[in-house]
């Protein structure tokens, strides 16, 4: 067992309203270096340059993800590596590189002028890994369900996209994808034949991570798990332009729940959904803004819950994201 | 528990004799890589620039000692980190870089030019890992026992140093140093006072990270175990240059057996050395190189022994050391 988490930034980020991922949107840049941070060692730690991260947390207080999944990691003892596909500020975990830059901003010409090349390097990777049980692979990009849309859009798939705001700003997004095509030359359905072309013109560089390493790992015959919402949805949407091979998405009932176009999508694109409801209750702080709505998925959370539940070892998990949170931001209290 | 790999390399082990950490000198610079992705996959992997590695062995086929550092990680199920401090070729394996260069020839004016820079990076990583038990510290440089010559030479400490080889090349070894310390306008003890400018002049990288490192994780009072050989003697000497903490050192009976000046450098140095017997006998081809005087010591496995023997876990150990073996060099036998 294994979990990937494919860790970046997009420019998209920056756009006022579009994520809470991140206390401040200066702070977002941040978040996926934190959020490996969590995952591999349980808090942020210094990078080597000294550089710092706070751990990510929405406006209003809202615990990144990255907490349950290091819960559930901490409690079923997963392996995790992180794979750098676009990270803007260094990182005190180990991670593999890419080699990607940052997502440009999807409303310039090209938002990830070598989508191709990252791709293959994470196909390679991907073909490479152990087959130690199902891959798990997850991802770490505020502003990714913009890029996720934009990619969705491209390839001709009408599906809505999550947020990890209580109010998805969907209509931003649209908005800030249609001036993407736009700038792309591209017209919605267009790229449909080269998903690597949409994720080139209107993507991000995780989505060309992951999508690279779920092919690889499919071309290695390994089983592989799309751990995530309507992200990994656009991953999926550009693995079928490579491979057929059985492949499932696991998410949270926070996705599903307010994704009404998720299934749908699944099925068309011949994902085996499993949605996964944590079970999360309104006496920790920690929980209780999940249930308003707020984060909902990321870094993995879905796929990690999933094998929870698989492993009956949900009410553990639940306990250990208590500890977790603690951990990580004592004081706060529930 | 975590087992913090430092995979670097030196131009040292270009000099013909001096190193078997490789079956040719030309293969000697994917050591350290491939080491990294069998402590942390259990084979090499394909780095994602398509970069592959083959599995190190030394030129009669002994197994490098990740194998059995893997074995004891299979059986115990300690976290791994890999640091880069150093690589001269694209690893697979996850890793926190050091942003080192390869180390340069000891008989260049400077072996590292960079050693403070390095030290200090890799003291802060060592201050901000989690502190979840014991810190077991290992190195993979090969040609890292004449850079320790040079820095033990360098800091007056006269202490022979082991080898990969059956036979010590000792007198090379010490010719080699001599050369470095006089391109370095050095006499033997002269950097006594400052041992980070012996590193800079006659050392490697892979010594300035993990005194670095250990420093740091004793800054934060952490317990630091030196898993290794007499490398880890040098780099405890340089750590000795910042801190009087508590420090062990723990390595192979086939170092200590071999090294009659370890006992009394450990004790100069204030190092608590613990010897592990790891019990091999002569039927396997993996163990039998060892016994034969080969190998002897590397990337952690005299830390990682002693935990094993810690945890009653050693029967364990030896068993998973031939499916560790088996899966690496599949088809060469016992």
Same mark, same amino acid.
């Given at each position: ?5 494919? /860790? ?13 991922? @991140? =206390? ?19 808090? #942020? ?43 803007? &500020? #260094? ?9 990607? &830059? ?75 994808? /249609? ?11 267009? /790229? ?27 071309? =290695? ?48 694109? &011949? ?23 707020? @984060? ?39």
């Amino acid at each position: 067992m294994r979990l990937v988490l494919v /860790a970046g930034t997009t420019a998209v980020a920056a756009v006022e309203g579009i994520s809470a991922a @991140g =206390a401040h949107p200066a702070l977002m840049r941040h978040t996926p270096s934190a959020d490996a941070e969590i995952l591999v060692y349980g808090a #942020p730690v210094a990078a080597p340059d000294g550089t710092t991260h706070p751990t990510p947390v929405s406006p209003e207080g809202c615990p990144t993800p990255a907490v349950m999944t290091r819960a559930a990691r901490e409690v079923l003892g997963f392996d995790a590596t992180v794979v750098d596909a676009g990270l803007a &500020a #260094p990182t005190g975990a180990p991670t593999v590189s890419l080699d990607a &830059a940052p997502g440009r901003d999807v409303r310039d010409p090209e938002a990830v002028p070598d989508a191709h090349g990252i791709f293959e390097r994470g196909r390679r990777l991907g073909r490479a890994l152990p087959d130690d049980g199902p891959l798990l692979l997850g991802e770490t990009i505020p502003g990714g369900t913009t890029t996720a849309l934009g990619v969705l859009t491209a390839l001709g798939h009408e599906v809505g996209v999550s947020s990890s705001l209580p109010e998805n700003p969907l209509a931003l997004k649209r908005e800030v994808v /249609a001036a993407g095509l736009d700038a792309s030359d591209l017209e919605p359905g267009e /790229a449909a034949d080269d998903p690597l072309d949409a994720v080139r013109a209107v993507g991000d560089p995780v989505l060309a991570g992951v999508a690279g390493l779920a092919v690889g790992a499919l071309d =290695a015959g390994v089983e592989v798990v799309l751990a995530g919402g309507t992200q990994l949805v656009a991953a999926g949407a550009v693995v079928r332009g490579f491979s057929d091979a059985p492949l499932e998405l696991a998410t949270t009932s926070f996705v599903a729940d307010s994704t009404p176009d998720l299934a749908a999508a699944c099925s068309t694109l &011949a994902l085996d959904l499993t949605v996964t409801d944590p079970g999360f209750t309104d006496d920790h702080v920690a929980t209780r803004h999940y249930r308003a709505g707020v @984060g909902k998925e990321g870094v993995g959370m879905g796929g990690a819950l999933a094998l929870a539940a698989e492993h009956a070892a949900l009410d553990d998990t639940r306990e250990r994201i208590r500890l977790v949170y603690d951990r990580l931001l004592d004081g706060e209290g529930p």
